[in-house]
């Protein structure tokens, strides 16, 4: 209940307390109706309005690299200066993203006189996705799977190679198709320049993401410690005799710092540039003719099975399970829930050490220090993870009942196996870049294809008399 | 005094309580859609959108927010033009003070509904539009209210007629009389109310960006499970009362099959704006459709589990001013009709 309420508390509610305390304040039987109103409209319009929404750091980031609070200011400062904030979004040059396109998906919704319409992101998309695009808007924690982090700039269903970005196409396309099965819906009715807005938003929150991460990791690696210890390990002192707090992260007033971020800045927005180049391009003559007749279609989707089942080539079934329905392996995670599981194992056994330690009597004055300070580390994380919403396994798609997230069309099947699905446990069997040779051909996939989308049509019982005999060992 | 209240009526002002209470339903139903389309602040202005004069906003060629935002505005118009009518007729023709008195409030009522609306758009604020939307329903319950005390069924009411004992059917009515059916009645009327609030703050925090908007939503939706569980056995417990007491059995009837739907139209609500939670999915596998944002199917089930709850909040409260009045309320005796609610609750 707690939560709550903070919230009633705060600000954000204080307009209908004000109204409630006027109403309170009134003779409600009076008939003086406009006074009523006059009381109330002046109640409202006198309150603050509520603040405006902030990004967040990413706590659990922070909390990883013990990047210390006032370095998390500056960090937040930096990303203030390039990337604008909710309502006010920036695009730098260098970003490849367009000014116009950000200011009409950012901020408040509302329309113009002209019928525009603003604040696309936070009329459709924030409730889901978050307003730091870290896909804990306030209905995720119930949504299964949980809506997408963009800022790890992790995309599932594309057709780039998988160590890609996806193209503009491909984040329309979700957009347009939705992910049938998850919650994430389909915005078909909304006009194309709206969903190229919101397009070149996600974009935006993605790389606003992984500047995040770049510069955490430039304060840990660069900053944070660099000037504290010097190599005999004595705290390096400034001139009034305090230990050196190491170099304040400041690009505006460092030329090197600005270099670095540059740098980075670079990083960050030259694969979604690339993105493009990154297309899987399947052969032309292999691709299968859209009017073939069944027996071929038959005759493929058995070699297609064949792979399926076999566990040097396809290896599908170890996790889609011997009947395909999605039984395999199921206790893997993705990779977002992998960071946390990470986190969490590494806070547990933090708390055991400090635990031995508490046991231990001759413990030296700087061990002490040193428990002390894996105490408030131990509180700290647990901080965070009071935030996480319960871990999920990543479940194998149960292929028998044709619902495909990343589209039905047989060129997504494709992509989803040549490249495997990133984030997930899905590998791809096809090859990792431009001519990079697969464990599968192209032909071997496009077998699978006709398999995988023969498999809802497919009797229960057929696959289970084909298994190899030494399936249940496999699966294990 | 019965006699007298008999002879005097017009017939005008219950015409117009059912021409208001038909006005306001769809109202309420658009307000939803309002809401479910994100078209609240389809124009930055209120009384004069995008410059107009309000009536005379071209609303035929607009599309998208602004029309739907638009009707919002001409359906609450038409609305309280039809209150101004109502308490025209009332003071034109309703011996009976207290309900002149209710005409009034139904004006204010209805102006307070319209002013809120206007500030939810001139202050951009969520809040606001959650305050309008939980207020929307009491209104359209009060015009609901309004419709029944100002019927003839009301008036020659057998609990106040002179001779009534001698009709056949009071032998069984009689059994009526019971404070506890007056205690479940109101009861069931909050806890549908309390349940039309939350779902409410449920669907609106949902759209909230302040930080404590999930932890509000979390909260709200298991305390919405857990009312709906309430008000749907107090609903079918009413209506069965009701229903067999031959209070309203019409209304009860359909109170009865409303609540059903209206669980129906709530699963529904999730399952087209959210897909199916994991547990769900664990049972019955995976949510088989996709979702359209803001599609037809979308809107009119969350528009419509906002309008059929408004509805039933409607029915409850004059259900249970039916029971009151079987009880032997009179308008007459206002203390001793909180005496006897008082008692009720009691």
């Not at chain 2, 409303?258 to 664990?282: C, D, H, R």
Request: overall charge neutral; proline content about 6%.
């Amino acid at each position: 209940m707690l939560p709550v309420w903070k919230w009633v508390l705060a600000r954000r509610f204080s307009l209908a307390e004000c109204q409630w305390h006027t109403l309170g304040n009134m003779n409600l039987r009076s008939p003086s109706s406009l006074g009523i109103i006059a009381a109330l409209v002046a109640a409202l319009v006198g309150c603050e309005q509520a603040p405006p929404p902030q990004f967040h750091l990413n706590e659990m980031r922070m909390v990883e690299n013990e990047t210390p609070a006032d370095y998390q200011q500056e960090i937040a400062d930096v990303l203030g200066a390039m990337f604008g904030t909710p309502d006010q979004p920036f695009a730098f040059p260098e970003s490849g993203l367009t000014q116009t396109r950000l200011t009409l998906a950012a901020g408040a919704a509302y329309n113009d006189t002209e019928g525009v319409s603003h604040g696309l992101y936070r009329r459709h998309c924030v409730h889901c996705h978050g307003i730091t695009g870290d896909g804990r808007g306030p209905t995720a924690r119930f949504l299964n799977p949980y809506p997408r982090d963009y800022r790890s700039g992790v995309f599932k269903f594309k057709t780039t190679f998988a160590a890609a970005k996806p193209t503009d196409e491909d984040l329309k396309r979700i957009m347009h198709n939705g992910a049938p099965g998850t919650a994430m819906p389909s915005f078909s009715l909304l006009p194309n320049s709206e969903v190229e807005s919101l397009v070149e938003y996600v974009k935006y929150l993605a790389m606003r993401g992984e500047m995040e991460q770049r510069l955490n990791q430039y304060v840990y690696d660069e900053l944070a410690d660099a000037d504290r210890v010097d190599e005999k390990g004595n705290p390096v002192l400034d001139e009034n005799g305090a230990p050196l707090k190491g170099i304040r992260l400041n690009p505006a007033a460092n030329a090197g710092q600005q270099e670095a971020v540059k740098g980075m800045m670079a990083e960050v927005v030259a694969p979604w540039n690339e993105a493009k180049d990154q297309v899987i391009a399947p052969t032309e003559e292999q691709i299968p003719k859209d009017n073939r007749p069944a027996e071929e279609i038959a005759a493929s989707a058995k070699k297609g099975r064949d792979l399926f089942f076999s566990p040097q080539k396809g290896n599908c079934f170890s996790c889609h399970g011997p009947t395909a329905l999605g039984d395999g392996q199921q206790n893997d995670f993705d990779v977002w829930t992998k960071e946390q599981k990470a986190f969490l194992d590494k806070t547990e056994q933090l708390k055991q050490s400090v635990a031995e330690r508490d046991e231990q009597k001759d413990l030296s004055d700087d061990d002490k220090t040193a428990l002390e300070r894996d105490r408030r580390l131990v509180s700290e994380r647990e901080d965070v993870i009071k935030t996480f919403y319960p871990l999920r396994n990543a479940i194998p798609r149960n292929l028998r009942k044709g619902i495909y997230r990343g589209g039905r069309r047989r060129i997504d099947i494709f992509a989803r196996i040549h490249q495997g699905i990133p984030g997930m446990p899905m590998p791809g069997v096809g090859g990792s870049g431009p001519g990079v040779q697969g464990t599968l051909t192209e032909a071997e996939i496009w077998n699978i294809v006709d398999y995988v989308l023969s498999l809802p049509y497919e009797a229960i019982s057929g696959p289970q008399t084909a298994l190899p005999e030494n399936v249940a060992e496999v699966t294990k | 005094m019965s006699q007298f209240v008999a002879d005097q009526r017009s017939a005008w002002p219950h015409r117009w309580a059912w021409l208001l209470a038909c006005a306001t339903f769809p109202l309420i139903w658009w307000g939803g859609f309002v809401t479910v389309t994100g078209s609240g602040m389809a124009f930055v202005d209120w009384l004069m959108p995008d410059g107009y004069f309000m009536p005379l906003f071209p609303w035929f060629q607009s599309s998208g927010g602004k029309f739907v935002e638009h009707g919002h505005r001409l359906l609450g118009m038409l609305s309280g033009l039809l209150t101004i009518a109502l308490l025209v007729s009332l003071y034109k023709g309703e011996p009976r003070r207290w309900v002149r008195r209710f005409g009034v409030g139904l004006l204010l009522g209805v102006i307070f509904q319209g002013v809120l609306g206007g500030l939810r758009v001139n202050l951009d604020e969520r809040v606001i539009a959650l305050i309008h939307g939980c207020t929307g329903p009491l209104f359209f319950a009060a015009c609901a209210a309004m419709v029944a005390v100002t019927s003839p069924r009301w008036l020659n009411s057998p609990a106040i007629l002179a001779g009534a004992a001698d009709r056949p059917r009071m032998g069984r009515l009689s059994k009526t009389a019971e404070p506890r059916l007056l205690r479940l009645a109101i009861l069931t009327t909050v806890l549908a109310y309390l349940q039309l609030v939350i779902g409410a703050v449920v669907r609106h925090s949902a759209l909230m960006t302040a930080d404590q908007a999930g932890a509000v939503f979390q909260i709200a939706v298991y305390f919405h499970v857990l009312v709906a569980l309430a008000v749907f056995a107090h609903v079918l417990m009413l209506a069965h009362k009701c229903f067999w007491r031959g209070v309203a059995p019409l209304m009860s009837a359909s109170l009865a099959l409303l609540i059903v739907a209206q669980i129906f139209l709530g699963l529904s609500t999730w399952l087209v704006k959210y897909g199916m939670p994991e547990w769900a999915v664990a049972t019955f596998g995976e949510w088989p459709y996709r979702n359209t944002d803001s599609g037809l199917i979308q809107a009119t089930i969350i528009a419509g589990h906002g309008a059929v709850g408004s509805l039933i909040v409607a029915l409850c409260t004059v259900l249970t001013l039916k029971v009151g009045r079987q009880l032997g309320l009179q308008s007459s005796t206002r203390p001793a009709v909180k005496q006897t609610i008082a008692g009720a609750i009691a």
